[in-house]
């Protein structure tokens, strides 16, 4: 159901969007952290970064800038001291509820890894369709018109992609939206990104359940692409005066429900005359019971007459 009604009706209404890649941030980073709420988190008071959660041994890092365009940051180490293997930027209009798709496997490959190694700082050399395999499952096709030495995979309604850079940089990139600094979702790999977690951020790319937003969180170039549906039941209606054709029919439906408790055309009158004779007939004959057989009822005596 797409709702498209102006901000300044309800502003703050809370509504399901979808597709989840077109929603844009809500603010926050909450679904982001979310997988990893038991990892330390570390408020920073100074510098553009105001929330660092890390890995219990420091090597993997999801920082958190409120105010900037790149608003996430997220790299994995050999240690703590070490420069990054790879690095993952989201933009500021990327959902929250994508970066938890590549938050949740990092989760995932550190509680598995061991001492020394983890699958989250290099995996296994993989083709550019391991990466965009769940979006190609998903129905999405290989752009022809790609620059060469780039392969990409473009959604169903052309609003969201992943292009995959064969050239000398090797970078992968998630987009959705229309080109613009405030409708067009990014997130960047960098070359040496383990696939499988470039294809577990796709997986939630592609996830068809929508996301809750307010009303006013939808860019206005966006609205139009999205749909929109209210959040729980809809509001109760005021009741309403009761319009002339409503009193008609009210007045023709009580009719029809007496002419069929009471029916009045002349065959059920002579029908219910015939019950009413029946019932009196039955009456007269219990209150004087006919007389015994081979018994005469005793005659009046007369009075005797005299002689003069």
């Known amino acids: 159901m797409n709702t498209r009604q102006p901000y300044t009706q309800a502003p703050f209404q809370e509504v399901l969007v979808s597709p989840m890649y077109l ?23 100074e510098g553009p970064c105001q929330l660092l959660v890390t890995s219990p041994d420091q090597r993997i890092r999801i920082g958190w800038f409120g105010d900037d365009f790149e608003l996430w940051k997220i790299t994995a180490s050999d240690d703590p001291l070490s420069a990054p293997r790879w690095t993952a930027t989201f933009n500021h209009v990327t959902p929250a509820e994508l970066v938890a798709g590549l938050t949740t496997a990092l989760a995932q490959d550190y509680a598995g890894a061991s001492d020394d190694t983890g699958r989250y700082l290099t995996g296994s050399y993989a083709h550019w369709r391991d990466a965009a395999q769940p979006l190609l499952d998903a129905g999405w096709k290989r752009d022809g018109g790609a620059v060469l030495g780039t392969v990409e995979i473009i959604a169903p309604d052309d609003q969201a992609g992943i292009l995959y850079d064969k050239r000398g940089s090797g970078t992968v990139e998630l987009w959705a939206g229309p080109p613009g600094w405030g409708t067009r979702a990014e997130a960047i790999f960098t070359a040496r990104t383990p696939h499988h977690l470039i294809a577990a951020t796709a997986a939630a790319m592609a996830d068809p359940a929508p996301v809750i937003r307010e009303r006013h969180q939808i860019h206005r170039e966006v609205e139009h692409m999205v749909s929109l549906a209210p959040v729980g039941p809809p509001a109760p209606q005021l009741p309403r005066a009761p319009t002339p054709l409503d009193v008609r029919r009210t007045a023709v439906t009580q ?14 009158l002579r029908v219910m005359a015939a019950r009413s004779r029946t019932v009196a007939s039955a009456q007269n004959r219990s209150s004087n019971p006919a007389p015994a057989l081979g018994v005469r009822p005793s005659a009046t005596p007369t009075p005797p007459r005299h002689s003069r």
């Open 23 to 45: 929603a844009g941030s809500n603010g926050t980073g909450d679904a982001g952290f979310a997988p990893v709420a038991h990892w330390p988190h570390h408020y920073l008071d």
């Open 255 to 268: 009719a029809v429900h007496r002419a069929a408790r009471y029916p009045r055309t002349a065959a059920d």
